[in-house]
């Protein structure tokens, strides 16, 4: 099964960013988290019906640009034969599996097109 369930839009100035949504679409102040990697601040969650979450994102090399916002599908519980499942169709890993701790694990692919997304699977 398809389907998305986080997305990142990268940013330069995380609280302009989050003025910005916060003032088009009417939602709540959320809190910058920083890890000393990354800024990020939570728009939705994606416990909140299951939808897909979305997230702010200030990290090196993760820069804005008119191509998108990054996009996590789930891959269930096996981010490792998903992996392989990648390189074997012809695509390339570019961040291998990355744990997140109690938030699940991820990874940066890209497809046979040259698109870049994330594999995302829960703890």
């Given amino acids: 099964m398809l389907k998305p369930v986080w997305i990142e839009v990268p940013v330069k100035d995380i609280n302009r960013a989050a003025k910005f949504y916060q003032s088009v679409f009417q939602l709540e102040a959320g809190e910058v988290a920083n890890d000393g990697v990354r800024e990020t601040i939570t728009l939705v969650n994606t416990s909140e019906g299951g939808a ?4 702010l994102n200030k990290t090196a090399n993760f820069e804005p640009s008119d191509k998108g916002m990054f996009l996590y599908l789930d891959v269930g519980d096996d981010m490792l034969n998903a992996l392989t499942r990648v390189t074997a169709a012809g695509g390339t890993v570019v961040t291998p599996k ?7 694990s991820y ?5 046979t097109e040259g698109n870049l997304f994330g594999l995302y699977c829960y703890p």
Avoid: H, L
């Avoid at 897909?52 to 997230?55: D, E, T, Y």
């Avoid at 990355?98 to 699940?104: F, L």
């Avoid at 990874?107 to 497809?111: F, P, S």
């Fill in 107 to 111: 990874a940066a692919v890209k497809d």
């Fill in 52 to 55: 897909p979450g979305i997230s």
């Fill in 98 to 104: 990355t744990s997140m701790g109690a938030a699940g």
